[in-house]
């Protein structure tokens, strides 16, 4: 029998869906009436649904398809242009990213994954606030360093006492939400029982890789970008690297793995491990 593959595009107003391999497309508006329109078209017998994520615009249409029991496969945009690419086809119009999105379901014969629950989906929304004063922090507190004026002085203090306070309460907001899901607060138990990881750390390790305790530690370690990609060909070796995965959760672990390397035991055994095998620390 032949697989039925979807590809949608998705945008803020509408979804521009292409059946695999027959060929036939359709326009759908981004809203409830669309969505059921929608899947009447797609079916039942459909093998994947796959589509890029694009901010909030495509958490209705994908949460109503979840409902419905279809296969969602959410794929990186990037590699998903590399595809097309690969293909050969450059033109980008929102039906031709809906064809393409289609064929390389197709091709590659991806798999569906569990979505974000609405919880995840909540605090992903609260960390992506919280990095945001992060930077905003560090750009006040920068501009500290420069101001002569006392009005700005002055203007800049209150800013950074605004932006403490709201961390605090974004922090006291994901915790509480955090332990209010069981699996999630055992998942938090868990990881700030390893020296060196606090709570802002193991929040973030919730937030941006729930598949974490359900992996095998190459997979982990692939998924956070921290596996040293080989560069090999012919008789020539070169320095492998990493590169790719989630720099959000790269970024959470760089600076606990620091102090890990000096106050954690078993982890330290391994950095000295590491080094005696000659290998080189890499930047997050």
């Known amino acids: 029998m032949t697989e039925i593959t979807i590809g949608v595009d998705v945008s803020k107003e509408a979804l521009d869906a292409y059946r695999f391999p027959d060929g036939e497309s359709r326009h759908f508006d981004n809203n409830a009436k669309g969505h059921k329109a929608l899947m009447r078209w797609i079916g039942s017998e459909v ?16 949460c109503r398809l979840a409902e419905a029991g279809l296969a969602l496969v959410k794929v990186n ?14 033109a980008k119009t929102d039906r031709c990213d809906a064809a393409m999105l289609a064929r390389m379901g197709a091709v590659l014969a991806l798999t569906a994954r569990p979505l974000r629950g609405a919880l995840l989906n909540e605090l992903k929304d609260l960390h992506m606030a919280r990095a945001a004063l992060i930077k905003d922090r560090t750009a006040a507190r920068n501009r500290a360093k420069t101001l002569t004026l006392a009005l700005l002085k002055r203007q800049n203090g209150e800013r950074l006492k605004q932006i403490q306070r709201h961390l605090g309460d974004l922090d006291q907001t994901i915790l509480a939400l ?22 802002a750390t ?28 080989a560069r090999q060909s012919g008789t020539w070796t070169g320095r492998a690297f990493i590169r790719g995965g989630r720099a959000n959760v790269r970024q959470a672990l760089y600076m606990p793995a620091l102090v890990a390397m000096r106050f954690n035991p078993d982890l330290k055994a391994k950095y000295q491990a590491l080094k005696a095998a000659k290998r080189s620390p890499s930047p997050p």
Not at 47 to 62: D, L
Not at 178 to 199: C, G, M, Y
């Open 47 to 62: 093998t994947r649904i796959v589509y890029e994520p694009t901010g909030a615009y495509h958490r209705g249409f994908e």
């Open 77 to 90: 945009p990037r590699q998903a242009r590399r595809f097309a690419e690969a293909t050969g086809k450059l």
């Open 178 to 199: 955090i332990k209010t899901d069981p699996d999630l607060a055992q998942r938090l138990d868990i990881l700030t029982s390893i020296p060196s990881v606090s709570h």
């Open 202 to 229: 193991a929040c973030a390790l919730i937030i941006d890789m729930p598949e974490l305790g359900a992996l095998q530690p190459s997979e982990a370690a692939s998924l956070a970008g921290l596996a040293p990609v």
